[in-house]
């Protein structure tokens, strides 16, 4: 395998299924390093997802700030990828799709700015993290724009879930009332707040369907390269 073949990114599955880390090679030198964070195609051709950013957020927290669990309801729902650029985050999804057979499953990853790592997190599923440092900051790539009244939150000290934050937190948590006072994943869904798993699996099916049609224009356009 020659120097230009060599994959700059390594692609794992969660625990949580539809969730995935994105794992960098960084390029180091004297100057520094560089690394690629996302890439349309990898990610596609590694997890059947197709992720278009049309969104781009970023938050800065004090040293033990708990920000989630959340998500968009369906519709319009949204996917996220998710990176550490300052600090080091501790970084939390969930499943939340009533009738997967992963409901209620959470998977962690450390977020280190110096490592690069990113977490893609599919439609329908919650996120949260936690500050592990002062100054942390985390930016957030959206695959839909805003749209006030959509969100949802459940409470991360839900005990039906049992993130362990009391493993990582140094101090009282920092959160805001609306997080604190949150539903249970199950008051959640009870409310029907939250998008029912073949619901989801439906629309990554349309998504791909969608984009299919639109890599096969820009590929004869000379705009992506042709898949084999």
Avoid at 18 to 34: M, S, T, V
Avoid at 131 to 144: E, F, K, N, V
Avoid at 150 to 166: E, K
């Amino acid at each position: 395998m020659t120097a230009s073949t060599v994959p700059l990114m390594d692609i794992e599955e969660m625990a949580v299924p539809d969730a995935y880390r994105l794992l960098p090679r960084l390029i180091r030198d004297e100057r520094g390093c560089f690394y690629e964070s996302y890439k349309y195609t990898e990610l596609a051709d590694a997890t059947g997802h197709v992720f278009c950013p049309l969104q781009v957020n970023y938050s800065v927290s004090a040293r033990d700030t708990l920000r989630g669990l959340h998500g968009v309801r369906h519709p319009p729902a949204q996917a996220k990828l998710v990176t550490c650029v300052r600090g080091v985050l501790w970084d939390v999804v969930v499943d939340v799709r009533p009738g997967s057979p992963a409901f209620g499953t959470y998977d962690v990853t450390r977020l280190d700015a110096r490592e690069g790592t990113a977490v893609y997190v599919a439609e329908g599923l919650a996120h949260g993290f936690l500050a592990l440092t002062d100054d942390a900051s985390i930016c957030y790539l959206c695959s839909t724009e805003f749209v006030p009244g959509t969100q949802f939150g459940i409470d991360p000290f839900d005990p039906g879930l049992g993130v362990p934050w009391a493993s990582v937190l140094s101090g009282p948590p920092l959160l805001s009332r609306k997080d604190a006072e949150a539903p249970s994943v199950r008051e959640a869904a009870d409310r029907g707040l939250l998008a029912d798993y073949q619901e989801c699996r439906a629309l990554y099916a349309r998504l791909r369907s969608q984009a299919g049609r639109q890599d096969d224009t820009r590929s004869a356009a000379g705009f992506l390269p042709r898949r084999a």
